[in-house]
């Protein structure tokens, strides 16, 4: 055989391994009235635990909320498995990809609330207006008049962001009532509103909020900024997004890469958190690898001379996660791996 036919061939079955994943990853929920919480719970979590799935399922008696990871066929199994119980047909999914399982354990137990904003009277079933990605985009860019609200926490918009969208200065879901009390003041009750999450369960319960509160035309993106970035390429989203799992950080918008926010140690662009290695202070602090050997993985000097810091590992601060070329079309895989 020719060596450079040979070469060829061994490239491209690296290149389809390394397009090719065995696990994914799936988020989704479903407000449906679970009668006996305790007893459902008991039960997935038991079947979950007999196909060893691994995330995070919280229920609830107004329904489900969930992240799972696990091999395509045990996921394709757990969606079979969810949508045949009753009212739970029509549960969506967004599924990514992945390398490996980014959850460490199962956990799947009872909350007062599935999405917790700590507001009585709240049916889902008035929500807003949904907009499919392609209609999202249209508004942006068909110069419509409207306000964007991001819904998201925010150490979340601080990576990534829709451009020109409102990013509340909140640690919480729950404290989302208490910002909107002050911004209506704001934002004219006849405004037209766009609003956003991750993946569209806080906007289930914001949009309600707002139109409770006299806000006419409430519109929110349906399946999130995960469904967005499948479906219309992250187009007008700046930065990466935050994901609750080992991945912490992923891309969203292949033309728009670089970190748009700064290491909290240098100063310099960088978008991976990190927890401070200081065990009694464990803060979540963008933190870029200078930054990291500065202060040995903490989040200040005085972090750094606790007698409670982990050991610091500089190979592993940064783990390698899923390149960021693997998450969009094959042909731009291809011409990212061959660079």
Not at 236 to 249: M, S, Y
Request: glycine fraction near 8%.
């Amino acid at each position: 055989m020719n060596s450079q036919i040979g070469k060829r061939i061994v490239f491209k079955k690296r290149l389809k391994r390394s397009i090719e994943f065995m696990y994914e990853v799936i988020l989704y929920y479903n407000f449906h009235p679970i009668e006996e919480p305790e007893i459902f719970c008991k039960t997935h979590k038991k079947w979950l635990k007999e196909e060893n799935l691994k995330g995070r399922v919280y229920i609830s008696s107004e329904g489900i909320n969930g992240t799972l990871g696990g091999t395509r066929e045990k996921i394709q199994k757990y969606r079979e498995f969810l949508w045949g119980i009753d009212g739970f047909a029509d549960t969506e999914f967004k599924t990514d990809e992945y390398e490996t399982v980014p959850f460490a354990k199962l956990i799947c137990k009872v909350r007062q609330e599935i999405v917790a904003i700590h507001y009585d009277g709240l049916n889902t079933k008035d929500g807003g207006h949904y907009l499919a990605p392609k209609q999202w985009r249209n508004v942006i860019e068909n110069g419509e008049d409207y306000v964007m609200i991001d819904v998201r926490n925010n150490y979340e918009s601080k990576v990534g962001h829709f451009e020109g969208a409102i990013k509340p200065d909140v640690e919480n879901f729950f404290d989302f009532p208490g910002w909107l009390d002050e911004a209506e003041k704001e934002i004219p009750k006849d405004k037209k509103v766009l609003m956003y999450c991750t993946g569209g369960i806080r906007c289930e319960k914001f949009s309600v909020l707002m139109k409770q509160k006299g806000w006419e035309d409430v519109n929110q993106l349906h399946g999130g900024i995960l469904k967005y970035a499948k479906e219309e390429g992250g187009k007008h989203f700046k930065g990466k997004c935050f994901v609750f799992d080992d991945r912490l950080v992923v891309p969203v918008n292949k033309e728009t890469l670089e970190p748009i926010a700064q290491c909290e140690i240098t100063g310099k662009p960088a978008d991976s958190y990190i927890n401070c290695a200081n065990m009694e202070c464990n803060k979540l602090f963008i933190c870029s690898e200078e930054g990291a050997q500065i202060l040995e993985g903490c989040c200040s000097e005085e972090c750094r001379q606790s007698d409670f810091k982990r050991p610091f590992d500089a190979e592993n601060a940064f783990r390698p996660f899923r390149k960021w070329y693997n998450y969009f079309d094959d042909s731009f895989k291809q011409r990212e791996l061959q660079k």
